[in-house]
């Protein structure tokens, strides 16, 4: 299939649901061979069945170190290589204060959502060394940025995720290798459960443009990232939120 994608194959964990899932589709219909990375390894199957095989999948928690190191294995020896990967599997946690934050979801969230990126990152990176071109793409969040009450786990998170691509973006700068970042608000997606009605209230109300972001939207604007034509572009951090971001 011609596109510009043709020829590259794309790892996108969390790659069966929500924005990943979109992403995920608008890769392969400009082109690109995807291994999907995901926890839910029914929904893969699923997937990877509708697809008749063409879709890799690993069944992997991004959280577990080891497991991502294998999955990348797997994938560079299924595909033949790795040119780009999307890091978007990533959890919201319970809305909660500080003070009463539990511990365990503190820990949960940070492990999926930074712990997770830094793994997928780290893993990734020599294969796309190995063959001297990479595109990353990190999924962080407005929170990341200004914080959102009552969502401290995901927001602080989310800041690391970004701090985590300027800091790989400015070492692999002299590179073939680009590493950015996307920080949309809120975007309805399943993720949406997970969250009380006053939080996506409360978020909602911050984006001037007065409605959440659609999947479509984000995969326009991360695909850009993930082509060749992002080639002046690294450690930086591209805001999707209606509006809302002020900095």
Same mark, same amino acid.
């Given at each position: 299939?011609?596109?510009?994608?043709?020829?590259?194959?794309?790892?996108?964990?969390?790659?069966?649901?929500?924005?990943?899932?979109?992403?995920?589709?608008?890769?392969?219909?400009?082109?690109?061979?995807?291994?999907?990375?995901?926890?839910?390894?029914?929904?893969?199957?699923?997937? !990877?069945?509708?697809?008749?095989?063409?879709?890799?999948?690993?069944?992997?928690?991004?959280?577990?170190?080891?497991?991502?190191?294998?999955?990348?294995?797997?994938?560079?020896?299924?595909?033949?290589?790795?040119?780009?990967?999307?890091?978007?599997?990533?959890?919201?946690?319970?809305? &909660?204060?500080?003070?009463?934050?539990?511990?365990?979801?503190?820990?949960?969230?940070?492990?999926?959502?930074?712990?997770?990126?830094?793994?997928?990152?780290?893993?990734?990176v020599p294969y796309m060394?190995?063959?001297?071109?990479?595109?990353?793409?990190?999924? &962080?969040?407005?929170?990341?940025?200004?914080?959102?009450?009552?969502?401290?786990?995901?927001?602080?998170?989310?800041?690391?995720?970004?701090?985590?691509?300027?800091?790989?973006?400015?070492?692999?700068?002299?590179?073939?290798?680009?590493?950015?970042?996307?920080?949309?608000?809120?975007?309805?997606?399943?993720?949406?459960?997970?969250?009380?009605? !006053?939080?996506?209230?409360?978020?909602?109300?911050?984006?001037?443009?007065?409605?959440?972001?659609?999947?479509?939207?984000? &995969?326009?604007?991360?695909?850009?990232?993930?082509?060749?034509?992002?080639?002046?572009?690294?450690?930086?951090?591209?805001?999707i939120s209606g509006g809302?971001?002020?900095?």
């Amino acid at each position: 299939m011609a596109g510009r994608f043709a020829g590259r194959c794309a790892v996108v964990t969390g790659g069966v649901s929500g924005i990943g899932a979109g992403i995920a589709a608008r890769l392969a219909s400009e082109g690109a061979r995807l291994s999907l990375w995901d926890r839910d390894a029914g929904t893969l199957g699923d997937t !990877q069945a509708r697809s008749r095989g063409a879709t890799h999948t690993v069944a992997v928690d991004v959280a577990d170190a080891e497991a991502v190191r294998d999955a990348a294995a797997e994938t560079a020896r299924a595909m033949g290589r790795i040119d780009i990967l999307i890091a978007s599997a990533g959890i919201t946690g319970p809305n &909660a204060t500080v003070a009463d934050y539990p511990i365990d979801a503190w820990n949960r969230v940070i492990d999926v959502n930074l712990n997770g990126v830094f793994y997928c990152n780290r893993a990734v990176v020599p294969y796309m060394e190995k063959s001297g071109y990479g595109r990353i793409v990190n999924i &962080a969040s407005i929170a990341g940025k200004e914080g959102n009450p009552n969502a401290s786990a995901y927001s602080a998170s989310k800041a690391g995720v970004i701090a985590l691509t300027k800091s790989l973006g400015k070492e692999l700068a002299t590179s073939e290798i680009r590493v950015n970042c996307v920080a949309p608000a809120a975007v309805r997606t399943p993720m949406f459960d997970q969250m009380t009605p !006053q939080h996506l209230d409360f978020m909602l109300s911050k984006i001037p443009l007065g409605r959440f972001g659609e999947v479509d939207e984000i &995969a326009a604007l991360v695909c850009w990232l993930a082509s060749e034509e992002c080639s002046f572009s690294t450690g930086a951090v591209f805001d999707i939120s209606g509006g809302r971001a002020t900095y």
